[in-house]
């Protein structure tokens, strides 16, 4: 994966952007909001200290090249309010996985929607992906909606997947491929 600058992508409301350690309490309010982690498979946090290892692994990820984790922040105001990452990236394959969350005070106003399409625009290009992956606990409906509408295809179901809190959850898993992203915007 290239080095990339500071501010990675600007879309018409946000600014999307490397993580930075000064961003940790914000990411704590976002990962601790057990709404907002309900279909993670992992918990929601519980202590700064999460934030800030975060924060840590976050950078390590773009000295490696193993992760592209963005920051996504309001335009006029520079508010973090989500996170979007690439990781688990395979350059034989030239694919990778997304990830992304989303703070509670801004669903339903299109941000990961805009977020989402510019990094999987900026991605293909810039990385030379032939494909990317997300996996959704099938119960987050909105998640596979926005999946959908940005022409991701549903490939697979995996059954007990994920144990988080002790509770066993399934996946759906979907895939975009730069073919269907290339058509679906007339080229």
Excluded at 102 to 128: N, P, V
Aim: charged residues 25%.
């Amino acid at each position: 994966m290239p080095k990339l600058p500071e501010t990675i992508l600007k879309t018409e409301r946000l600014v999307l952007r490397h993580i930075r350690e000064g961003d940790a309490p914000a990411l704590f309010a976002i990962y601790s909001d057990p709404e907002a982690m309900r279909y993670w498979s992992s918990p929601p946090w519980q202590r700064m200290a999460q934030a800030e290892d975060h924060v840590a692994l976050t950078l390590a990820g773009y000295q490696d090249g193993s992760m592209l984790t963005m920051g996504m922040t309001l335009a006029q105001t520079g508010e973090l309010i989500g996170v979007c990452r690439l990781h688990h990236f395979n350059q034989q394959n030239r694919r990778c996985e997304m990830g992304y969350i989303l703070s509670r005070a801004h669903w339903g106003k299109g941000y990961m929607q805009e977020a989402l399409a510019a990094t999987i625009g900026h991605s293909l290009e810039a990385f030379g992906l032939h494909r990317i992956e997300a996996d959704v606990d099938p119960r987050n409906a909105g998640s596979a909606a926005l999946l959908k509408r940005l022409h991701f295809v549903h490939e697979g179901h995996l059954r007990q997947r994920w144990i988080v809190n002790g509770e066993v959850c399934d996946t759906d898993f979907f895939g975009l491929l730069r073919s269907d992203w290339d058509a679906a915007r007339g080229k």
